[in-house]
């Protein structure tokens, strides 16, 4: 249900695209994440790790589309992302609100590859920036949230980046 919508992503893409067939975490385990699917189409971009967050977004899924919804379980594979051995320039991270296990996962690899970060907003932001200024990187937002976090006009206000200081020069305004 996850991999094949991945590929048609590569596709338009190209290989400047890469995915692996499994989620991130802390340890390496097995765990469900739940599926909101609208008529017959998966919605993974709804996806959850919470049942009945799924169960939420089929509700609204619902409303919108009009069409009966309901949730598939998807077992899937997690790793920790510093024993898989990348070097990153960048990293994107939309998870649902997990973005904090999966930073805790990657601390190594952060730490050394002081990558940029794309994340997507969610209730772990505050978590997360934490985690960010404690290595020296700087926030930055697309729209201002009176809390002292710099604006980067082009950027979606669905994502927030998190840019080393050494390359927050590339994000100024």
């Known amino acids: 249900m996850l991999w094949p919508e ?30 909101p699917v ?10 959850s790790l919470l049942e009945n967050e ?9 409303l ?12 899937i594979e997690i790793r920790r992302g510093d024993d898989e051995g990348l070097a990153p320039l960048a990293i994107k991270l939309d998870v649902e609100g997990a973005e904090r296990v999966v930073l805790d996962g990657l601390t190594e690899t952060i730490d050394t590859h002081r990558p940029v970060m794309l994340i997507e907003y969610s209730d772990s932001f505050e978590a997360c920036a934490a985690y960010f200024s404690e290595r020296d990187y700087t926030i930055y937002v697309g729209e201002d949230r009176g809390d002292g976090t710099l604006i980067c006009p082009d950027l979606s206000t669905r ?15």
């Open 38 to 47: 609208a008529g017959r189409l998966p919605i993974t971009t709804r996806a």
């Open 159 to 173: 994502n927030w980046i998190a840019a080393p200081n050494e390359h927050a020069h590339l994000f100024a305004v």
């Open 54 to 62: 799924a169960q939420g977004q089929c509700a609204q899924l619902a």
């Open 6 to 35: 991945l590929k048609r992503v590569r596709r338009f893409i190209g290989k400047r695209f890469d995915f692996r067939g499994y989620g991130l975490g802390t340890s390496q385990e097995r765990t469900t994440i739940y599926v």
């Open 64 to 75: 919108e589309t009009g069409l009966e919804t309901s949730v598939n379980q998807v077992d």
